[in-house]
């Protein structure tokens, strides 16, 4: 497949014999697209970018160890998760402003989940809102919408409500950023969101204006944005007024210890999402896939644990499910797609880790999901 997808710097049609064969194509192409405010903001992390890098780094320190003679001729690799069904066990998660990357944003996004059967978490800074993403996946997309706490709790209630009407099918609240990290690219570009987008989910309650450029000021607007918007006084409590608020089932993302997934379950999240933030918060926490065991562990099958950060070829897919996730979701790669063209990237960057994922589970001799066991991976410290 060749991109032909709008130039997302410009605003032009471009049409390019790029071919694609895994994640890193997209991503190479995507920075010859993207201008570097956008490019900045997608690729970036915190500080030094140490997670950033150690998300990749860390799934090539687990080996696997496949079993061969196991007829592997018809393999399946379809799971459920909190009971919906999705074709494979890679979903998309939220990533904010869509729309830098491709005019159609999110509704490319939405469309391209639902054609190749998976999630896609809606991130509440979409640049689409919740409503129109909904109309355009429809009944059968299968989404989650994801949550940040504002300080204004009748504006956080709302979009809870606002979910839940349009057919979401959980509440993902993010924990880990009470804040915005301090990340360098988008204080040097001083990112802002350019003037012809907006945050779509809160068009006319919140003050935008501090995200768009304002030449006079210093720093990311971003982090302007979440210091004065963001309630950063969050406890557990927040979760149970969540709970209290919906009947979808709530989920915690970003959660990186057995203590707090403990918390977690005594609080009553019915999942767990294993992440970083893909290296845009705290900067030199674990590598998520190193974190993963220690959580899986500890909440003893009571909720489902999914994970993200780094996940861009099969095989980590497959390492992450032996080693306890339940699905796995990916961040930049659906941006990468998107900047490279639109539902068909993000639809292409799908297959591409459905078929490597299917293709590594027939190498390690696995026929579905229950046979990928702890016992294919081992870390390398221990061979
Ligand atoms: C550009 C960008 C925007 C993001 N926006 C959000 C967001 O709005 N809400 C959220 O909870 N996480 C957000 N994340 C974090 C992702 O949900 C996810 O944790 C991370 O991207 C996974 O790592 P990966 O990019 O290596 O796949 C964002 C990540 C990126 C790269």
Known sequence: ????????????????????????????????????????YYSSGADQELTLKDNEEAFRRYRLRPRMLKDVSKVDVKTRILGQDVSFPVCVGATAMQRMAHTDGEIATCRAARKMETCMMLSSWSTTSLEEVAGASGE????????????????????????????????????????????????????????????????????????????????????RYTRDL??????????????????????????????????????GVQGIIVSNHGGRQLDGVLATIDALSEVVKAVEGQVEVYMDGGVRQGTDVLKALAMGARAVFIGRPVLWGLAYNGQEGVERVLQILRDEFKTAMMLSGCRNLAEIQPSLVVHQSKI
């Open 140 to 223: 059968s997309g299968l989404r989650w919408f994801q949550l940040y706490i504002y300080r204004d709790r009748d504006l956080t209630r709302n979009l809870v409500l606002r979910a839940e009407r349009s057919g979401y099918k959980a509440i993902v609240v993010t924990v880990d950023a009470p804040v915005v990290a301090k990340r360098l690219a988008d204080a040097r570009n001083r990112f802002s969101l350019p003037p012809h987008l907006h945050l779509a989910n809160f068009d006319t309650q919140l003050p935008q204006s501090s995200l768009t450029s304002d030449s006079a000021l210093e720093g990311s607007s971003l982090e």
């Open 1 to 40: 497949m060749a991109a032909a997808g709008r130039c997302a710097g410009s605003g032009q049609s471009v049409a390019r014999s790029v071919a694609v064969f895994c994640l890193s194509d997209f991503e190479k192409y995507a920075r010859t697209q993207l201008n570097g405010n956008a490019w900045g």
């Open 230 to 267: 963001l309630d950063a006084s969050l406890t557990w409590e927040g979760i149970d007024w969540i709970r209290g608020l919906t009947g979808l089932p709530v989920l915690v993302k970003g959660i990186l210890t057995a203590e707090d997934a403990v918390e977690a379950v005594r609080h």
